[in-house]
């Protein structure tokens, strides 16, 4: 059985920082795409940051949308089986429930931006940006 386990939410003022951890169980976590996701109230879920798999080298890759480029970097500790989103400069936009999400196994170093991509999710945990 697949589970994503979230954390590090909470409160946090303009400017602040954040780090969330997403660790995942049930998945050869190291060959698996993953990614976070965001829904503010009222709003779609969007994609915020996805992190490729990692490569017979040792790498893997990610990218960022663009709301978010600049202030979040993404990272993975397959020994750990868990994803990190740092996230700086925060601002109230940011405010949103953030879900972790993986998929199974590729064999390409694609990053997967589309929610439909993803299999596997979590339940989520509370970023709230005051101004």
């Known amino acids: 059985q697949v589970q994503l386990v979230e954390s590090g939410g909470g409160l946090v003022q303009r400017g602040g920082s954040l780090r969330l951890s997403c660790t995942a169980s049930?998945?050869?976590?190291?060959?698996?795409?993953m990614a976070w996701f965001r829904q503010a109230p009222g709003k779609e879920r969007e994609f915020v940051a996805g992190i490729s798999r990692t490569s017979r080298a040792g790498f893997s890759d990610y990218a960022t949308a663009d709301s978010v480029k600049g202030r979040c970097t993404l990272s993975r500790d397959n020994a750990k089986n868990t994803i990190w989103l740092e996230m700086n400069d925060l601002k109230p936009e940011d405010t949103a429930v953030y879900f972790c999400?993986?998929?199974?196994?590729?064999?390409?170093?694609?990053?997967?931006?589309?929610?439909?991509?993803?299999?596997?999710w979590g339940q989520g945990t509370q970023v709230t940006v005051s101004s």
């Open positions: 999400a993986a998929r199974e196994t590729v064999d390409s170093n694609t990053i997967f931006v589309q929610q439909h991509n993803y299999r596997y």
């Open positions: 049930g998945l050869p976590f190291s060959d698996c795409p």
